[in-house]
């Protein structure tokens, strides 16, 4: 038996789900509320397939309530001072803050997530708020050069009713982000929740009736077709999405159908760590462990999942690397020593394991994981190994397509511009690393790289202040920071005659 079995399987999970199964509402225009078609789901729990709560399936008849309530609240909300629109978004995050606990135990019995990690997401999610709540004020037009008889400026304005559609793998950290930022500009926001994992965000559309304006913010729940209404309403002409590449380009399609509207799209990503060979073994292997995100099952479109590691140096990063992965411990999300939870349902582990599958046939060589932990622990609950794999190939499967779990390849190289050249392969460009000790190889290798965000010997840490997005196939349009504040409005020039 694998060594993380071992552990893992001795661990007890029962007892560990707090309070009863949550029931969620949607927030249309400062009221919770049920759907109108009086029809609910269930969301379960994946580390032991309980029942974590329910919320309205909503319809695209929510939807044009909560776009027309977001339509009335939004000339007033435009119309408040910076400071007064900013004064509304500390007081929410200080709402998230004080039921912190709440948010928490409900982030990690849906989503399977640690609760350590969830903590993070949590914490981060306040800072966030109150970040963008005091970026606000650098929300400026510009002054033009012109004749002495003409004044020329710009001023910025929002769109007005924004839809926000929020991906299952940090559902509360994203939608309070997602929502901070439009707001801040001036505009009304219609959040879709994950379909996946919905009840945090119905839990913010509790919170923010407490201390938001009614319509400012309005939550609705649901399937696909309720996220389809939002895409297709004329009267939002602004939209955000994180989540699959297939699911971005249908936005695109669909939204043009009806209206021009301005989108951006944060879609994923095969993300490339490359190792030249005067790299520190030990430290490269640690960071190769982190920035695949096993502590968030490698669900994430950051991860590093292609480990370019030098000829010189392969055997040695593999075997630290394999011995790292194995040591981690799997386990009841909500123990503080665990370090990995459950895939977050059914059907994601289903694509994990099938991969794994395809990266046997491919001629991959499995070397740790492949396989779902065994034991009475792991009796219910979607469960699997952290899994490597060593001598893949760039041109598999397994290292060209997101697999959205917990599987890293490693690839060996020893031309620097042939693993440029095959870590720019794919259709992705979302993140990388490069680790050298040499920075000026190190920053030329990062400028080659077809990638929105590069990491150069470090891992996993964004810059709050920093632009966030994609490159190729990973999206379109920046997060985080000025861009993303300027991006929820649209720049009006004004020429006065003196």
């Known amino acids: 038996m694998d060594g993380i079995q071992q552990e893992a399987s001795a661990q007890n999970m029962s007892g560990k789900r707090r309070g009863s199964p949550y029931q969620g509402r949607m927030l249309i225009r400062g009221e919770l509320v049920e759907s109108t078609g009086g029809q609910w789901f269930e969301s379960i729990n994946p580390a032991d397939e309980s029942i974590a709560g329910s919320v309205p399936k909503g319809t695209a008849s929510d939807v044009d309530r909560a776009v027309a309530a977001a339509e009335e609240a939004h000339s007033a909300w435009a119309e408040l001072s910076v400071a007064r629109r900013s004064q ?49 004020y650098e929300l400026q037009g510009r002054t033009v050069p012109g004749n002495a008889d003409k004044l020329q400026m710009t001023v910025r304005e929002p769109y007005g009713v924004v839809g926000r559609i929020v991906a299952f793998n940090h ?20 959040l879709k929740a994950s379909e996946q994992c919905p009840l945090s965000a119905s839990l913010l559309g509790e919170i923010a009736a407490q201390v938001l304006p009614p319509g400012v913010l309005n939550v609705v729940t649901g399937d696909g077709e309720v996220g389809a209404a939002l895409v297709k309403h004329p009267r939002v002409k602004r939209l955000s999405f994180v989540g699959s590449v297939r699911t971005g380009l249908a936005i695109q399609r669909s939204a043009a159908e009806v209206a021009v509207k301005s989108i951006s799209l944060e879609l ?31 669900q994430s479109c950051s991860s590093t999942s292609r480990l370019f590691v030098h000829d010189d140096i392969y055997d040695e990063v593999l075997q630290h690397v394999i011995e790292k992965v194995r040591s981690i411990r799997l386990g009841d999300p909500f123990d503080e020593s665990t370090q990995m939870g459950a895939i977050n349902s059914q059907a994601q582990l289903a694509r994990v394991e099938e991969y794994v599958r395809i990266g046997q046939e491919e001629g991959a060589r499995l070397v740790a994981g492949g396989v779902r932990p065994t034991g009475g622990a792991f009796g219910k609950g979607f469960w699997f190994l952290p899994t490597v794999f060593a001598d893949v190939d760039y041109q598999m499967r397994i290292a060209r397509e997101e697999i959205f779990g917990p599987v890293l ?17 794919v259709e992705y460009g979302l993140t990388g690393a490069v ?3 040499d920075i000026s190889q190190a920053l030329q290798t990062a400028r080659r790289l077809q990638s929105g965000y590069i990491w150069v010997n470090g891992i996993n840490t964004t810059a709050r202040a920093m632009p966030f997005g994609g490159f190729k196939n990973s999206g379109i349009g920046r997060e985080r920071g000025l861009e993303d504040l300027y991006s929820y409005t649209e720049e009006k020039s004004i020429q006065v005659f003196l």
């Open 435 to 437: 680790w050298s000790r």
């Open 88 to 136: 509304y978004l500390m007081d929410l995050a200080a709402a998230i803050e004080a039921r912190a606990d709440e948010v928490l135990s409900l982030e990690v019995a849906d989503t399977g997530n640690t609760v350590t990690g969830m903590r993070g997401d949590v914490t981060s999610c306040v800072e966030r708020v109150r970040y963008f709540a005091g970026l606000g």
């Open 268 to 298: 994923g990503g095969k993300n490339p760590f490359i190792v030249f060979p005067d790299a520190p073994v030990e430290r490269v292997a640690e960071a190769a462990v982190a920035g695949m995100n096993f502590t968030w099952q490698g």
């Open 409 to 425: 390849s490693v690839l060996r190289w020893s031309d620097t511009d042939d693993v440029i050249r095959m870590a720019n392969s």
């Open 171 to 190: 559902p509360f950290a994203m939608a309070t982000h997602g929502v901070a930022t439009p707001l801040m500009a001036g505009n009304t926001v219609v």
